[in-house]
């Protein structure tokens, strides 16, 4: 059974850095997309960040520049590195994975259970 954790929301101030961690429990073949969406309360959930299994990212204008998504398939880890975050920042932030389970199986599609960043001075 594949689970995905995330790590590493909290309260920060404006202008800081924080780094997300999504740990993929479980065995697996291949990560071959790892995404990390956004949340605000009222809001749809929505794309910040995404990374294929061949390195190609997509990042939402919001974040162009300051946020940055890496994954490590030996380490079945995932991480978003924020910089210069801003209020408007402020969600719970979830992890997607898409994951070969098996060589040559199909890719399914997990969700973390979230971590809520804040920004506030």
């Known amino acids: 059974q594949v689970q995905l954790v995330e790590s590493g929301g909290g309260g920060v101030q404006p202008g800081e850095s924080r780094r997300l961690s999504c740990a993929i429990l479980?065995?697996?073949?291949?990560?071959?997309?790892l995404a990390w969406y956004s949340q605000s309360p009222g809001k749809q959930r929505e794309l910040v960040a995404a990374i294929t299994d061949d390195d190609n990212t997509t990042y939402s204008d919001s974040v162009k520049g300051r946020f940055t998504v890496s994954r490590d398939n030996a380490q079945k880890m995932g991480y978003l590195q924020m910089n210069s975050l801003k209020p408007e920042d402020t969600a719970k932030y979830y992890c997607?994975?898409?994951?070969?389970?098996?060589?040559?199986?199909?890719?399914?599609?997990?969700w973390g259970q979230g971590t809520q960043v804040t920004v506030s001075s």
């Open positions: 997607h994975a898409n994951i070969q389970v098996r060589n040559g199986g199909l890719s399914y599609a997990w």
């Open positions: 479980g065995d697996i073949f291949k990560i071959t997309r």
